[in-house]
């Protein structure tokens, strides 16, 4: 492998770092083409996947003597070698604009948008995935992503509302699960859903409403199908009627008196875990 040339970087208007200006904006990011990994373990993720041509690193002097011999020998997709630029942590506030990174960035280029079917349809077996409506939270969209890979779910299918799972809070709060966890998104929204039945999922509606059937007795259920989309909507108003009108089952998480409704990730953590660890007791 080629090693990682090292780059100190003193001046603000350098060049090699202008992208670095946009990570504030997250929309223009992803007009360019580009996403941002932030935190050392993140991109240390990102760096181990090789999915993703990373452009390059931009990272303080502690990172630099912590981490440089994880990061040394990493280098992107064709074996081209990564800039690793190091930078104040003065510098890099004031180019960033924010100081979440823990002295460490990545700028990687994003994949071409892969459609709904040809992520069913790399999936074998009783496969479940999760297909979120409007979202829009970064924290829960990551929150999903992670519980997501925790549990075993094949993808996650996003309504055009939803958060971009490669937005920085996104990839950082699913600690990179955004990253490796295959999704798509789904429009028009919600009849595109019928995608998901032309694969052979039956697509079930997680709700609060207290006539819905038992999510545990759902999922020991002999007879129910064995390939499941969890179909999720947004914490205050939950899902739309027309998209919950496409599900052929829905499913509720039984809570103390007095409590009415969970966290959206932690209800999809639940979810996933009836749905997929327990899924041999059936």
């Not at 208007?13 to 083409?33: M, T």
């Not at 506030?93 to 992520?119: D, I, M, Q, S, W």
């Not at 939803?162 to 699960?177: F, G, V």
Request: charged letters at 25%.
């Amino acid at each position: 492998m080629t090693p990682v040339p090292v780059v100190y970087v003193t001046d603000l208007d350098d060049p090699r770092i202008a992208d670095y200006r946009d990570v504030p904006d997250a929309r223009l990011l992803e007009e360019k083409g580009l996403f941002i990994a932030e935190s050392r373990l993140v991109v240390r993720r990102l760096l181990d996947d090789g999915r993703y041509r990373v452009r390059s690193l931009l990272v303080t002097p502690a990172v630099e003597r912590e981490d440089w011999a994880v990061f040394r020998e990493i280098v992107g997709p064709g074996e081209v070698p990564v800039p690793y630029f190091v930078v104040s942590p003065e510098l890099m506030g004031r180019l960033t604009g924010f100081n979440f990174h823990r002295g460490c960035l990545a700028l990687a280029e994003r994949p071409a948008p892969v459609a709904p079917k040809e992520v069913l349809r790399g999936l074998t077996g009783n496969a479940v995935v999760i297909a979120l409506e409007e979202i829009t939270n970064a924290d829960n969209v990551g929150g999903v992503f992670r519980n997501a890979q925790a549990f075993g779910a094949g993808a996650v299918l996003l309504s055009p509302g939803c958060c971009d799972p490669l937005y920085r809070k996104a990839i950082r709060t699913s600690m990179a699960a955004a990253l490796r966890v295959p999704f798509a998104r789904l429009a028009p929204w919600p009849d595109a859903l019928a995608e998901l039945w032309a694969e052979g999922f039956a697509i079930v509606a997680l709700t609060p409403a207290a006539g819905a059937p038992d999510l545990a007795a759902f999922a020991r259920d002999p007879g129910r199908a064995r390939r499941l989309a969890l179909l999720v909507g947004t914490e205050g108003a939950g899902l739309s009627q027309a998209a919950e009108a496409m599900a052929d089952a829905r499913v509720r998480i039984p809570m103390a008196p007095g409590v009415d409704s969970l966290n959206l990730a932690t209800a999809t953590g639940i979810a996933l875990y009836e749905l997929t660890m327990k899924k041999s007791e059936v």
